[in-house]
Antibody, heavy 119, light 108 residues
């Protein structure tokens, strides 16, 4: 069974750093891309970026380039989304999702991680 | 970046009726690269349709997709109560992939 399990909800203050995770199982981690998608409260979906665990090839949406870092740890089948300095506007639910290619739909999704940034 | 505009924002119909959701792109999208997702409250999106018209595994056949170029649609042939959720279109052929703003389907 394909599973993408994300880390739990986080509360941070503005300016703090944060890394959330997405651990996969049930398929070859290095054979599929992992995308990250943001959903702000009550809003739609925004594609942030994508990484290929096989060689760490990473692409970002211009809207998120320089704002976040996507990485992987192949030893534990996990992808990460990292912020070095959070803003209140980063408060959202973040989803990871699997795709066969950059130009492919996301067929399996993680359950989402709620990030709250508040002073 | 390709902008996807979904309409209507909210669609209110009775159970058993036919629902047609629209997704219009700011520039041409190859039909190979257009998907529809369903998102239930408090859950992650789930893939319904890809390649504009191919149902994902396990998706009920009352869901169908069509369209080409800049105009695509998702049709639910006979609405059931569990279809009362939000639907998003996505193009994934042009970088960056983009989503539409969503259509909420309500059952009267």
């Amino acid at each position: 069974e394909v599973l993408l399990v994300q880390s739990g909800a986080e509360v941070r203050k503005p300016g703090e750093s944060l890394r959330i995770s997405c651990q996969v199982s049930g398929y070859s981690f290095t054979s599929y891309w992992i995308a990250w998608v943001r959903q702000m409260p009550g809003k739609g979906l925004e594609w942030m970026g994508i990484i290929y665990p096989g060689d760490s090839d990473t692409r970002y949406s211009p809207s998120f380039e320089g704002q976040v870092t996507i990485s992987v740890d192949r030893a534990i089948n996990t992808s990460y989304l990292h912020w070095s300095s959070l803003k209140a506007s980063d408060s959202a639910i973040y989803f990871c999702a699997r795709g066969l290619a950059v130009s492919a739909p996301s067929d399996y999704w993680g359950q989402g991680t709620l990030v709250t940034v508040s002073s | 970046e390709i902008l996807l505009t979904q309409s209507p924002g909210t669609l209110s119909l009775s159970a058993g009726e036919r629902a047609t959701l629209s997704c219009r792109a700011s520039q041409s999208v190859s039909s190979t690269y257009l998907a529809w997702y369903q998102q239930k409250p408090g859950q992650a999106p789930s893939l319904l349709i890809y390649g504009a018209s191919t149902r994902a595994a396990g998706v009920a056949d009352r869901f169908s997709g069509s369209g080409s170029g800049t105009d695509f649609s998702l049709t639910i042939s006979r609405l059931e109560p569990e279809d009362s959720v939000v639907y998003y279109c996505q193009q994934y052929g042009s970088s960056p992939p983009t989503f539409g703003g969503g259509t909420k389907v309500e059952i009267k």
